[in-house]
């Protein structure tokens, strides 16, 4: 029986088996190159975390220019 942190926390995927997908496939990408540290050595892991950290961000950069891009469109700002 798992006793740690989160180990009985609902709704969390079971690291084991496949990752959701989160819409966007430039983060699902990214997101699945982690599965590749199991198989390197811990030196090698700030690597892909930098990877993988780089490529999340240029994705939630264009998603914010998206966003701007829209004029007149006041959905995502508070008091509208």
């Not at 798992?2 to 690291?15: F, H, I, L, N, V």
């Not at 982690?34 to 240029?58: C, I, K, N, S, Y």
């Not at 966003?67 to 509208?80: M, T």
């Amino acid at each position: 029986m798992e006793s740690g942190p989160g180990a009985d926390a609902p709704g969390r995927p079971d690291p084991g088996g496949p990752r959701p997908a989160t819409g966007d496939s430039r983060v699902d990408e990214a997101v699945s190159q982690l599965e590749d540290l199991a198989g390197l050595p811990v030196a090698e892991h700030p690597a892909v975390f930098e990877r993988v950290h780089q490529r999340l961000t240029e994705a939630l950069g264009d998603a914010g220019a998206a966003e701007r891009a829209v004029p007149g469109d006041r959905s995502g700002q508070a008091g509208s």
